[in-house]
Each structure stands twice: as C-alpha cells, then as structure tokens.
T-cell receptor, first 114, second 116 residues
C-alpha cells in the first residue's frame, strides 16, 4: 500500500554539526510533504513543508530537499542544538480533495550530544 | 489562543469499558483529525472531519466512533475498549484564516490511554 517511511531510526549528532534525516515515500500523487518535530510528551509540531513541484525549500536553520525521481525526502538541520533533540517525522499530504489527510512515516530520533 | 486542547491527559480502562476523548480548538479551523501513536511508531489516522457536519474514516477506524459536535469540538469514542487500543491519541486541526496554509495541522498534547 501507499506508505511513507524512514531509513534511520536513531541519529546521534554532535552539537554544532549538521543533521540529515532521510525519508522515502511511495505515493507520487501527494501534493505536499511535511516535516514534523515531536518532543517527548508533546504533540508533533510543524517544521517545514515542500510542495511536490519544488525540489528545495529553506527555513530557519532547516532545509528540505525533495527528489521525485527516487521518491526521497530529506531534512537538513544546520548547527544542531540541544533543543533539536526530538523525534522527526516526515508526512505526505494527499491534498484538499482528500481532506488534507496526512500519512506519517515511522520517525527518526535525533540525539544531540554536547 | 489555547490552540488544540485534549482531555483527559491520562486514562486507564479495563477491557470492555467505554470512554470518550474530548478535543477542542479555538483557531476557527474547518478540519479536525484523530490519530493514534503506538510506541516507536508514527501517527496513524483514525477518523477525520473535513468540515463541520462531516466525518470520514481514516486508516484505522475499527473500534472507534467520532462526533463533530460543532466547529470547535471533535470527540473520539471507544465503545468497548481492547488492549490493542492502548496508545497515545492525538487530536489535530487545520484550515482557516489563522493558519499559514490550509493544510498545516496543529496538534494537541495527546491522551495516553492504557487498556488492561
């Protein structure tokens, strides 16, 4: 079936280094791809999104790359900080016609070492 | 704005008991969603309501019912709880003039449910 998944379940990063979190998806018809951050005991929080007709989008310290050829999505975090420690999920949005439903991947835990 | 609020925060049920999880949002969002998150996994959509007065099944609707009481409130009911329904339940909302985009979902803090 359609799915969004992740390659790495846990990523340990030295404070100040860059982090790269990867995600593979299988549904070519999705309108948007979104990254969420979930801290322990909290609900997911929107980080950044990218429309399916784009291949790169930058935010504050974060960059999302979309490679439609290989159906791959990545989140890059620059100068990783202790506050970046969390679980990161990619999700695909199937568009307004489908109720803007999200399909989530399994998550990657990022641990920032001081 | 309080955003998305959920009650209760924690609940323990015995198998066969029923309960309703409450969710409310004060952002004037049109769409609301219920997800469950099992340990070490992503979120799976149970039910959603694209607009007031409508509800639709998501990926894992069996064993649940929902009610979109009004634009603000969307409740999730477990009629006969089973141990397989032990999970963390998240409510989310999207769509409206206060959101950056129509599809960005805002999540509540979750309800941790244990069924013994």
């Amino acid at each position: 079936g359609e799915s969004v998944g992740l390659h790495l379940p846990t990523l340990s990063v030295q404070e100040g280094d860059n982090s790269i979190i990867n995600c593979a998806y299988s549904n070519s018809a999705s309108d948007y791809f979104i990254w969420y951050k979930q801290e322990s005991g909290k609900g997911p929080q929107f980080i950044i999104d990218i429309r399916s007709n784009m291949d790169k989008r930058q935010g504050q310290r974060v960059t999302v790359l979309l490679n439609k050829t290989v159906k791959h999505l990545s989140l890059q975090i620059a100068a990783t900080q202790p506050g970046d420690s969390a679980v990161y999920f990619c999700a695909e949005n199937k568009g307004r016609a489908a109720g803007n439903k999200l399909t989530f991947g399994g998550g990657t835990r990022v641990l920032v070492k001081p | 704005n309080a955003g998305v609020t959920q009650t209760p925060k924690f609940q323990v049920l015995k198998t066969g008991q029923s309960m309703t999880l409450q969710c409310a949002q004060d952002m004037n969002h049109n769409s609301m969603y219920w997800y469950r998150q099992d340990p070490g996994m992503g979120l799976r959509l149970i039910y959603y309501s694209a607009s007031e007065g409508t509800t639709d099944k998501g990926e894992v609707p069996n064993g649940y019912n929902v009610s979109r009481l009004n634009k603000r409130e969307f409740s999730l009911r477990l009629e006969s709880a089973a141990p397989s329904q032990t999970s963390v339940y998240f409510c989310a909302s999207s769509g409206g003039t206060l959101t950056r985009t129509s599809y960005e979902q805002y999540f509540g803090p979750g309800t941790r449910l244990t069924v013994t």
